[in-house]
Every structure is written in C-alpha cells, then in structure tokens.
C-alpha cells in the first residue's frame, strides 16, 4: 500500500511552496515522523516529516514549486528492512575489513548524502559561510552542528544530516545560493570509528588516534562558532591565536584574550605582506594612503537593494514637527527609582513613543496599512517594529499587539529584542511583520533625518536627539528640551492630511503624557 504525501498547508495566504532540499533519496527507507524534506515558502521554511515508514517514492524534485495540496511524494508502506535502495550493494570499508570492528563501530553504507544551502527565509536568495565546526574528513554525528551560515537577517547553525565522514565541498567566506552545494556526508552506521583502528589511510581514524595520543588534530587552532564571530569582527587570522580548549580548539575566551593583545601589537596580527590588516605602509609624516577591501555581508547587500527599492517603488514624503519632552522627562525622574525598584527595568522614552503611536495609528488606520498590487490592507492591531543597530547591520524586530502592552511590557519587550539583536539570535519569527516602525537616530546624536520605509510597511516614525532651545510659551521665551519628530510615509495610501494630523497627535499626546494614561 502507497501513501500520497502532499504539500501542507504552512500559513495564512501562503499558495505554493517550494521544495528547498530533499534530506533523503528515492527509494531510501524512511520511519515515521523522520524529516523527509525541506519546503520553503514566501515566508519562512518548513520541514516535512514522514507520515508513515516505508520506502520513499520522490514525486517533486528540488527546486519544483508547488500549490497546496500538489503530490509531494509517496510512501511504500509494504516495504520492509532498515536501508535503502542507495545502500543495498554497501560494501565493507577499510575500517572493517582491516581491524575486525564490532557492529558497534562505524562501518560504511556506500552511500554519500549530498548537504545542500537549505532555505532559511522569507527573500534570502543566498548565503555565506560563516566558519565550519568540524573539519574536512571529521567524522559527524547526525544533527551535529558542522557550521555556521551567515544570511542578510541573521547566522544559523548547519546540522549535519547524517552520521559518517565529512567532505567540505564550499569554504570558509564562499557566498552560496539556496540550493547550492555545501558539503558531502559519507554516511556510516554504528558508533564513532575506534581510535585503535588499524586504518592508516582512514583520515578521520587518524584524527581520532591522534586526539588520543594527544598531538595535533583538526581541532588545534580551529575556532568556534562564537570565537570565530570575535576573531572576524576583530579581523584576526585564526593562526595567531592559540586555542586553550579541547585538542587546542580556540575557545570564545581565548578569541576575547587575543582581541586584547591584537589591540597592543598590531603588527603581530597577519603575517600577509601582500594584504596587511592592520597597520599600512605609511609615507613620509605618519600619512597613509593604504585602502582596505571588505566583502559586503548579505545583510549589507539586502539592505542596500530594499532601500533602493522603496525609493524606486513607493510616492515617499516626509513631514516633521517637534515635540517639548520636559513633561515626560520630569515624569521619569520622578517615578524611574520607583518604577525600576518595582519592575527591575528602566523607565525609558521608547515606551511613552510606542504607546502614542498606538493611540494615534488606531485613529488614523491608514498610516498602519499596506498596499498588496490592487488592494489596500488595513490592520486592527499595531504591530510596532522597532530599528535596532545590530553587529552586522540594522534589524527591525517586531513587538506584536503592542497596543493591548502597558508600559512596563514595553520596557520589558524592547530589552529582550534589542540584546537578542545585539547577540545575533534574533529569529525569523521575531523579525517578519510589523505595521509600522520606529527608528531613533537620536541616540547617535542625529537632529533631524528622513527615514526610509520599511517595505511593505507604509509609514515610519524618526525620533532625534533632546535639545535644549529656545521656544515661545504664552508669549515669553523659556528654554526647553526639544526633540525634531519626522514622519516618512508612501503617499499612495496616507493623504497629507492624515500624516499630518498622525504626527501632531503624536505630539499631543507626549506632551501631555497624563492623556495615554486617561485615553484622551
């Protein structure tokens, strides 16, 4: 009997999904619940698991886009044994034949898994290798994390898809496409190889004997994943570093230690004439006319191209005011000590702007809608994006429902986000969405700007930075700390009238903080 496994439904308004990558073969053996593939959508990426064990009968191939509902695969339920049709004539491997290992050890299938560029999102067509955990020949475990990719939105971790020997294919800083290949698992069963193996030309039992009798091994001066971040951020070659960890491996701390000892003796750090990191060639004075070359990061180019792109695509203009913040200055200072003792979070502005931003996008819906081709999208909720300055570029994660918040839960949410942001571990999840921004340029010292829309959003708010000025209050001039606000909006959707009258809320409601406590 043959079971028609068919594309899931993965989302709301989602009507096709393609097939990122199989992790299994035609006619592979399959249990129930094991991850078959890999369907990416507009949105996100999902994995399918087998709905019965059998054999695998593969009915859409990679890359194939699919509608909902389309035959993905089918299952053999009436076929029997563990392997699949790929291992069936394995034969034994050098390991077994020459040691007389026992079951337990790791013996060969024949088979070799092709790992390819998996689907991590919503738009990224491609993908940069962050560093590899593991080395080439390593032998792996299945779901062993084997390196790290770098997206345009965040850096995840790539699990190894099986058990066996690892064939690195692409190298450290190679930018992939989705798809592309990554690397290659000779896939073996049973336990790690001995590091007794009578093997010499195993290159993984010669890295495990090695281990053992404590010489070098692939591990010794290889970073992780998290020391790998500093060294690169820092620009130091791993070479210079020496790894305290286990087989030499360098460690985040010894990644820490050698940015400090980097920053003493510059001249240390690359041992490349030919392109020096750190200290040019200077000329006569002490002036340099050396030029340093970066790759740009996927992040910087995606950026790059949907900040084009909106200035391309949508009628944006931009509308200002300033706003008098000594009411809620003095209101913090009254109640910070109070309400940090009481919620063990700062009382900051950003919670005073996300809370009349609320107010007055529930009041002017079409400054919180969207444009989709011949249709006009407006949301009953607020779903408050919020620009964070990240290591490796901007993000914008999302803070849901944001109008059903009190302050202390936006205090509270802004922290969270913003340190996931600062530390890469923002999801996809946490950054998809969101009807309306806010950036705050001010703490970068900026006066007054004109931000760019976050697409498909059509309206963004720009805070700047407290000035004290001169103002005229019931006809005398006092000093006043005053902040410059600019509203960015895409005037196919949002009428002067409306943006204007947005804004001026806005600063009613600031200035007067007593109303977003009142509703009034």
Known sequence: MSLEMKVPTVGESITEVTVASWTKSDGDMVEMDEVICELESDKATFEVTAEAAGKLSIKAQEGDTLEIGAVLCEIDESASGGGSSSTAESKPTAESESTGTSSSEAKATGEVLEMKVPAVGESITEVTISNWAKGDGDFVELDEVIAEIESDKATFDLTAEAQGKLQIVAQEGDTL??????????????????????????????????ADSGKETYATGHASPAAAKILDEKGISASDVKGTGKDGRITKEDAMSAQKSASKEPSKADDKPAKPQFEAPTFGGGVSREQRREKMSSLRKTVSRRLVSVKNETAMLTTFNEVNMKPIMDLRKKYKEEFKEK?????????FFTKAVCVALQEWPAVNGQIDGNELIFSDYCDISIAVSAPKGLVVPVIRNAESMNFVQIEKEVIRLATKARDNKLSIEEMEGGTFTITNGGVFGSMMSTPIINAPQSAILGMHNIVERAVVENGEVVVRPMMYVALSYDHRIIDGRESVSFLVRVKQLLEDPTRLLLGV
């Open 177 to 210: 496409e989705i798809g592309a290949l990554i690397c290659k698992i000779e896939v073996m069963e049973g336990g790690a190889p001995a590091s007794d193996s009578g093997s010499g030309s195993d290159e993984s039992s010669e890295a495990t004997s090695k």
């Open 343 to 351: 919620h063990e979070v700062g009382l900051g502005f950003m919670s």
